[in-house]
T-cell receptor
């Protein structure tokens, strides 16, 4: 497909793990990113993964990359109320001055008590 | 500067008026991007500047929208004859030439057309 796809909404209980999924478009994309957007704010880069990696872990965040299926996921362990936000995945296409990110539609994560 | 700065943070304007939104990117970033985000929606690409190259204007929704980037730094997005459907948050981002470490976003300008 031409669009980077994400499910629109995910609800989890505080303390549980959250898994946000993303299907990207270009198997030659070199970098994949996860951004977080809190209400009334811009997008904040959470983490990124190079395409030759399968997994990257950073504290409570784990990124998994399946290049064959063009599937990217973000797992948040021990989800907290402060994790409530919209999460965007993005892929980097092109090289040099033609580099550009394409963003997914965003997944709204709601954390309940 | 330390981050991407956008001004104003909020703007309320009357239908039919022109507005200018400003973006001050991170010093040294050659690339600058404008996006629009309507309430609860994803990001809509508007325009992209890369160094001294001609900008990629493919996302501008109509000829009422224009943008310029002076001296390879500050950018201004201008909307002429604003309409109610222009109400949205306008986000600016900047990056290095190759965007290896992604984009850095500003906090956005919330535009309300009444």
């Amino acid at each position: 497909g031409e669009d980077v796809e994400q499910s629109l909404f995910l609800s989890v209980r505080e303390g549980d793990s959250s898994v946000i999924n993303c299907t990207y478009t270009d198997s030659s994309s070199t970098y994949l990113y996860w951004y977080k957007q809190e209400p009334g704010a811009g997008l904040q880069l959470l983490t990124y993964i190079f395409s030759n990696m399968d997994m990257k872990q950073d504290q409570r965040l784990t990124v998994l990359l399946n290049k064959k299926d063009k599937h990217l996921s973000l797992r948040i362990a021990d989800t907290q109320t402060g994790d409530s936000a919209i999460y965007f995945c993005a892929e980097k296409k092109g090289t040099g001055t033609a580099s550009k990110l394409t963003f997914g539609t965003g997944t709204r994560l709601q954390v309940t008590l | 500067g330390a981050g991407v700065s956008q001004s104003p943070s909020n703007k309320v304007t009357e239908k039919g008026k022109d507005v200018e939104l400003r973006c001050d990117p991170i010093s040294g970033h050659t690339a600058l991007y404008w996006y629009r985000q309507s309430l609860g929606q994803g990001l809509e690409f508007l325009i992209y500047f890369q160094g001294n190259s001609a900008p990629d204007k493919s996302g501008l929704p109509s000829d009422r929208f224009s943008a310029e980037r002076t001296g390879g730094s500050v950018s201004t997005l201008t909307i002429q004859r604003t309409q109610q459907e222009d109400s949205a948050v306008y986000l600016c981002a900047s990056s290095s030439t190759t965007a290896t470490y992604g984009y850095t976003f500003g906090s956005g300008t919330r535009l309300t057309v009444v």
